[in-house]
């Protein structure tokens, strides 16, 4: 007999396998999922290993199978365990991320007769068993539901287990079926010849029905029947209308099935691969010799840093790699930081791959999603774009992942378990299946730009755009001193400079972006007439302002101050400055500019489904002149009429309370700052802040990655910052903030004990504190960091009580 090890979908599980074993004539393999009894109930489970020897010495047999192949890959079963012992999260968590949408659904029981023996004397079953016997073997197959239904739960149970146990049935189990309902488009054609709708129409348009008249017209033009959206696109009908000639006997509507088609293929023309400029050349030339090269399985893996600035033609260099990868017969997987942004992306490998690519993003139905994973396990596309979850995709034969602007934050998983970066599992990935791996971005995080220059990557540079536009290469960057305002007694939100400019680029009939980040917005305090912030003298880290008791917390190690009255810089008085929002800024800036059209994007009045792209395709179409958003706006667009970017405050971000506020504030500049220029005109951004000299905002003004790389990692060395250490940030969240504060003291004497006893050196706890965002939904929250190396290993040892949650390698401490 055999053994299997099996992750349990309960969540008592947490980290480990249960042992079950095979019964007899049941085939099982290795990332099979299968049914077991757990304690009273059955719970659904993945095989991750099969033994000779069960783990205990009592285990019990699995129930069945749930489907009849692997459902995980023989290199996703090893990924799973990788995340659960990385990130310390249940091993089911990370086996869940891989399986089907909509797979943990609930067992459904069928019973069936066996074949009764010749010497069974029926006549010693009670009426009921009987009947229910009967009623069985008549249909073949009952679910147990049926059952109740007609006997009454705890009755129909009883009978049930009473015929199983005299072997006269049998149990088997299925999932309730996904209801995914086929997706159907009116098509429309004439219910009448030709000449007769042509002459209808000239009827019609005497009477001045013009847009019946149209549609006659249009529908008379065609050979097929159309369907509604085209015909809506054409000939700008609606339904009325298209009711109107129905009603009239002039049009009939019939509804047919469509094969869900991710992607639009209408609007999209097929492109060949551009010819290379020298850089993109040589670039590509190190990935391809990388892909003929055949890499065992846990070998090292081959990743690249391809680090090039905005425009410098990333996109190509990913879709001739993948065009490479596809001939030698393999797929590819391409992560986005945020699918509603990346249109552009996608019509790109749309162009290049027609109908061989899988876009995945979360406004598809349960059925459209399920449908969409069992194509690409089929093997029907040659790549799979989607958010940070898409490299779970079931992708066969994977050898290339490109990871765009891989610094961008959404590819952590912050909010839930398994709290995983997809950067970290695509390396993880890549050495498990021998893929390449591309890592792109014009402002590469920190933390990979070090490991590339420590021959952990290999680095790829594309230092200038593809098509320069005359005279500056990249746009020119201004930065104003608000300090310089003040003194010219200027109090507007808006500068001398940002104004002029605006003034000027919206007279010539051009587009503005105008950027706030309000993130963190009020919480630090700063004096408006020297831009000095209070840090904390352990940490660094900004204060935090707590409205409630008026006072600066270090949200690290709880170090607290008063509000100081004046500026301990420049005394001035002028010290209680809080930030401003975008609703607050659009108001000065009607005021300010009356003459220009404004449209407000951000994540208030973008709720809901289409309404990025609504506001954008506005924008686009010039039907606003300024564009005023958060950091959404500074991703992916390519808007050629943007001439003008104004960074209202580019401080908010540059004093978030954590240490990587530098790098975020270089990385939003840079993309802030990329979206102008982009089409033939030139570009022009203006920045206003406080702190002028700051080498983050230095640097963006200069476009100088290495300018700022040098002193940002010159500063993370200095303080034992990641990556010279390793972070884990656990948090206590509770509805009484005192408890929290104890819950977490306690934690903290526990962390501190076990690390002595086992004499782990350099560890560092820090804290317990009030969490950045102190309370959310109505809990309080503490946290402890860790810092360090081998952090999981460290906590795998000690046991997280309820109300606990751990973050490896968090992506921020706010
Ligand atoms: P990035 O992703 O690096 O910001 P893009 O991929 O958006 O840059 O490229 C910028 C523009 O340059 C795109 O319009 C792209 O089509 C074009 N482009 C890229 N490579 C070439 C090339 N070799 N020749 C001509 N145009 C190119
Ligand atoms: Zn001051
Ligand atoms: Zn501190």
């Known amino acids: 007999m055999g053994y299997a090890e099996v992750s349990v979908n309960s969540p008592i599980a947490q980290r480990r396998t249960f042992s079950y074993a095979i019964p007899p004539g049941l085939s099982i393999d290795v990332g099979q999922a299968v049914w077991v009894p757990f304690g009273n109930r059955l719970l659904q489970g993945v095989v991750l290993e099969l033994s000779d020897y069960p783990a205990v010495e009592e285990v019990r047999e699995i129930a069945g199978v749930i489907e009849p192949h692997p459902i995980l890959s023989p290199y996703q079963v090893p ?50 068993q009987r009947h229910t016997l009967g009623l069985v073997r008549r249909q073949g197959k009952v679910s147990l539901k049926e059952l109740e239904k007609t006997l009454g739960q705890k009755k129909a149970q009883r009978i049930v287990s009473q015929l199983v146990k005299l072997g006269l049935a049998t149990r088997s189990y299925e999932m309730e079926p996904i209801r995914a309902r086929p997706k159907v488009e009116s098509y429309l054609s004439l219910a009448v010849a030709a000449g007769k709708a042509r002459e ?81 050349k040589s670039a590509l030339a190190r990935i391809q010799s990388s892909l003929l090269q055949k890499r065992d399985n846990n070998a090292s893996s081959a990743a690249f840093l391809l680090h090039g600035v905005t425009g410098s033609g990333k996109t190509e260099i990913y879709l001739q790699a993948l065009a490479e990868a596809v001939k030698r017969g393999k797929r590819g997987i391409v992560l986005v930081p945020e699918i509603a942004l990346t249109p552009q992306t996608i019509e790109w490998f749309a162009s290049r791959f027609p109908h061989r690519v899988a876009v995945l993003h979360s406004q598809l139905s349960l059925g459209e999603r399920f449908d969409e994973w069992r194509r690409i396990r089929n093997g029907e596309f040659d790549v799979v774009i989607g958010p940070r979850s898409a490299i779970f995709a079931p992708q066969p034969d994977l ?59 290999q680095l790829l540079q594309l230092p200038e755009r593809v098509t320069p536009s005359e005279g500056s290469p990249l746009p020119q960057v201004e930065v104003v001193d608000l300090r310089e305002e003040l003194k010219a007694g200027n109090r507007s939100l808006f500068s001398r400079s940002l104004s002029q400019a605006m003034t000027r680029a919206v007279a010539g009939g051009e587009q503005v972006i105008l950027f706030l980040n309000r993130r963190g917005a009020a919480t630090f305090i700063q004096c408006r007439n020297c831009g000095f912030v209070l840090r904390c003298r352990r940490c660094e880290v900004v204060l935090t302002h707590h409205p409630a008791e008026d006072v600066l917390v270090c949200h690290q190690c709880n170090y607290k101050v008063s509000v100081p009255q004046v500026c301990p810089q420049c005394l001035s008085r002028r010290i209680k400055f809080l930030g401003t929002g975008t609703q607050k800024l659009e108001q000065e800036a009607g005021y300010t500019f009356p003459q220009a059209r404004l449209l407000r994007w951000d994540s208030d009045v973008t709720r809901g489904r289409g309404s990025h792209q609504a506001r954008l395709n506005k924008f686009r179409a010039h039907e606003a002149d300024v564009l005023i958003g958060t950091q959404m706006i500074a991703k992916g667009l390519d808007l050629p009429l943007v001439t003008l970017v104004g960074v209202i405050n580019a401080d908010i971000a540059l004093n978030l309370p954590d240490f990587r506020a530098g790098e975020k504030t270089f990385q939003l500049l840079g993309q802030v700052a990329g979206r102008a220029g982009r089409g033939t005109l030139w570009g022009q951004v203006i920045i206003q802040t406080y702190a002028p000299e700051h080498y983050a905002i230095q640097a963006a003004a200069k476009h100088d990655y290495a300018l700022f790389y040098n002193r940002e990692i010159t ?100």
Not at 111 to 124: G, R, T, Y
């Open 79 to 128: 990924l799973a365990c990788w995340i659960s012992e990385h990130y310390l999260s249940p091993l089911f968590d990370a086996v869940a991320l891989m399986l089907p949408p909509g797979f943990e659904r609930k067992a459904l029981t069928f019973i069936a007769v066996s074949a009764i023996p010749d010497d069974f004397d029926l006549s010693s079953l009670s009426r009921e």
């Open 200 to 280: 209808e129409a000239t009827r019609l348009r005497e009477r001045g029905a013009v847009r019946q008249a149209a549609l006659l017209d249009f529908l008379a033009r065609q050979s097929e029947p159309v369907s509604l959206a085209e015909a809506r696109q054409k000939t700008k009908c609606n339904k009325t209308i298209v009711d109107a000639l129905v009603g009239k006997g002039l049009v009939t509507v019939r509804q047919v099935e469509v094969k869900r088609e991710p992607i639009s293929y209408q609007s999209i023309t097929l492109s060949s691969p551009l010819p290379l400029t020298v850089a993109q």
């Open 399 to 457: 050898g290339l992942i490109v990871i765009d602007e891989e610094h961008e934050w959404t590819y952590k998983q912050h909010d839930k378990s398994p709290r995983y970066h997809a950067r970290d599992v695509a390396i993880k990935l890549a050495e498990l299946t021998g893929a390449v791996v591309i890592l792109g971005s014009a402002t590469p995080d920190v933390e990979t730009f070090y490991r590339a220059q420590q021959g952990d990557y």
């Open 715 to 814: 500063y993370r060395r200095q303080l034992h910052n990641p990556p010279f250490t390793q972070l884990a940030c656990l948090v206590y969240s509770h509805t009484n903030d005192a408890l929290c504060q104890r819950k977490a003291e306690r934690m903290k004497r526990r962390l501190v004990a076990e690390r002595d006893s086992r004499g782990v050196a350099d560890l560092g706890i820090i804290g317990p504190a009030p969490a950045f965002i102190h309370r959310l939904r109505g809990r309080f929250r503490w946290q402890i960091i860790l810092r360090g190396s081998e952090l999981s290993a460290f906590l795998s040892q000690i046991p997280v009580p309820q109300g606990w949650t751990v973050d490896i390698e968090p992506i921020s401490l706010v």
